[in-house]
């Protein structure tokens, strides 16, 4: 272990101490490392429809020797631009989705339940004008962190809840899952949501 502190000061430490240094959506890389630097491997968890994901990744091709993509199109798109890539489909462990018997209270209602970081482009805020519209008998349920969770309303059919991983205590209670973004890579948190037996309403990406 390499004792550090936080935020980028910390990565600057860290990537001196290591051989190799595995970074996701860190902008400014160059900044950071030191000269000679270590193997550096990039993950790239976006699609490749995402402005700011190919903004990540060219910053990075001229500091990094490997880019780790859990979309395929992304791996080939990179490997066709001579950017050495790998793609490793994301896969749902099942203990991630079992219950572990904590308690949680359902009430009466049949609940949608949308589990994302809270961030633009995971569209809480069309998560949250679903919720408005929701029919009578149902709430939705609005699980993590992030920017926009401040910008959350108070609503009677809105539940807002703390970050909760994993999921299975709530997937559990939920009746179906909703993802709302306009860009995912591999929509991990939906296909934990089908391992566990939930009906998945999503927009069209990952």
Known sequence: RVPCGRGRDAIAQLARSVDVLVVWGLERLEELLPDPRPAVISVHHGADDSEWSR???????AHVDLVVSVNP????????????SLYIPNCVDP?????????ILKGDHRVVLWAHRMSAEKR????????????EGWVMWMVGGGPARHKI??????HLLPAHDPLGDLLAKADAFLSTADSEGCGLSALEAMAAGVPVVSAPHG
């Open 55 to 61: 903004r990540i990744v060219q910053e990075h091709r």
């Open 95 to 103: 203990r991630r989705t079992r219950p572990t018997g904590l308690k």
């Open 124 to 135: 809480p805020d069309l998560a949250v004008q679903i919720a408005q519209h929701l029919p």
């Open 73 to 84: 199109s992304v791996a080939t798109r990179l490997q066709g631009e001579n950017l050495r």
């Open 153 to 158: 309303p108070d609503h009677p059919k809105l």
